[in-house]
């Protein structure tokens, strides 16, 4: 096996040679075998290992055995220690979730403070073969049945092409000690019933299962690289991005045979759950949506729209004092005194200072806001209506701020000035305020 690890290392990660590798051990069979394979070969290694504490007195066996190993052989050694059970129930994850935000989570800082290149886990075939039917059972989308990559980014798993029989013989045949994992006989978990009990009918059915299993991941993987074309292609044809807002033109959407799939790939990344509302949205009334996490899907006229969820500090009020020239958050704001008006646009206005009440409010409107035009004599209007008028969508109103004198719309930012603060024959002190 070693010749072949050489080989398939010079084939697929050539790029490992002459680099500082960090690798992942637990103590079990799989991960000793990578220790191993790799101190033959000579790369410059560092071992890094967690305890979970989740098995009292024998996580602390792992942890010495790893401990005694690397001080025998010469390698450098860095491990921690997680109470894994009080982060999963802080953050209502499952433990085995918990275990692994926790373990990549120092592997990354490891790896700046160790000055490593890489990350590697000893991950096998047969891993690979049970997380396919794992993914499976929970009716994932192709990509969940591509299995496990062999790198994500600096994230490497050399040993995906051996299976578990193979790695058993290499460390039989080299006299490898290793711990054994007393919660791998459990059936409690889904991967161990899958272990224990379906993959040995498989082999035995068809003693090339593995080989059959290979041959099909690499066929769904060269489907998944077809369907990533794809998506990206029609993306650009559907999608237009507006600042932090993705916007999906319904129309074109329409048009496709199979609009579902291609939102599902559109959207997966960003933790949506709720597939058959989201779908829904298309022939839905305007105003429905649908959240995720950190994320909301809006129905608004003739498009979906993506957009970021607001964070609490966009829903303050801001002061500004009259000695500001200048506002950084959350707009880029100038203030400044000027002789005469000059073209105005969009982004600037120019009002008459002595009519402004100290401290200025900057804050985002409110359904029952009304303010007079600039230009309509002092006929009020509702903000609303205004809206309604320049035709903004859902999300353009959101991102709206107001800029206030006391209780008194000054500028709707951006868009309308408001006729209460112009500069007449009275004025004496011109304020320009403009937005960057």
Not at 185 to 199: F, G, P, Q, T, W
Request: aromatic share 12%; glycine share 4%.
């Amino acid at each position: 096996m070693l010749k072949q690890f050489q080989n398939h290392l010079s084939h697929q990660f050539p790029f490992l040679e002459g680099k500082k590798l960090l690798l992942a051990v637990s103590g079990g069979l799989d991960s000793m075998v990578l220790v191993h394979l790799f101190q033959q070969l000579g790369y410059e290694i560092v071992v890094l290992h967690c305890n979970f504490q989740l098995r009292g007195v024998e996580s602390f066996g792992d942890q010495q055995f790893i401990q005694e190993y690397t001080s025998q052989n010469g390698i450098p050694f860095s491990f921690t220690q997680f109470d894994t059970e009080a982060f999963a129930k802080d953050y209502k994850l499952s433990t085995q979730l918990a275990a692994r935000e926790l373990r990549y989570s120092w592997f990354y800082e490891q790896l700046e403070i160790q000055k490593g290149d890489y990350i590697l886990t000893a991950h096998h075939a047969d891993d690979n073969l049970e997380t396919f039917f794992i993914n499976l059972s929970r009716g994932t989308g192709l990509d969940g049945l591509t299995g496990i990559p062999a790198q994500n980014d600096i994230v490497i798993r050399p040993l995906l092409a051996f299976t578990r029989q193979e790695i058993e013989e290499y460390a039989t045949q080299n006299k490898l000690v290793w711990r054994e994992d007393s919660s791998n006989a459990s059936d409690k978990y889904l991967r161990n019933k899958i272990r224990h009990h379906l993959i040995p009918v498989l082999k035995e059915l068809n003693p090339n299962f593995m080989n059959s299993f290979e041959k099909t991941q690499a066929y769904l993987q060269e489907s998944q690289e077809l369907v990533d074309d794809a998506t990206i292609m029609v993306y650009q044809q559907v999608a237009k991005e507006k600042g932090d807002d993705i916007y999906f033109d319904i129309n074109q959407l329409l048009k496709l045979p199979n609009y579902t799939s291609y939102l599902y790939q559109w959207l997966k990344e960003f933790d949506f759950t709720a597939w058959e509302d989201i779908y829904d949205l298309v022939t839905n009334q305007s105003g429905k949506y649908v959240f995720a996490p950190q994320f909301r899907l809006i129905k608004d006229r003739d498009y979906l729209i993506l957009s970021p969820l607001k964070l609490a500090k966009d829903m303050q009020e801001f002061l500004i004092e009259s000695s500001e020239s200048k506002v950084n958050f959350p707009l880029n704001m100038l203030f400044y005194n000027v002789t005469e008006i000059s073209d105005t646009s969009n982004s600037a206005i120019f009002v008459d200072q002595d009519k402004l009440q100290f401290p200025l409010v900057l804050r985002r409107w409110n359904e029952g806001d009304v303010f007079q035009p600039f230009g309509m004599g002092g006929r009020s209007k509702k903000v609303s209506k205004l809206f309604k008028d320049e035709k903004l969508s859902l999300i353009e109103k959101e991102n709206v701020w107001l800029l206030c004198s006391e209780s008194q719309v000054v500028w709707i930012v951006g868009i309308r000035q408001d006729e209460r603060f112009k500069i007449d024959s009275k004025t004496k002190k011109i304020l320009k305020i403009a937005i960057e």
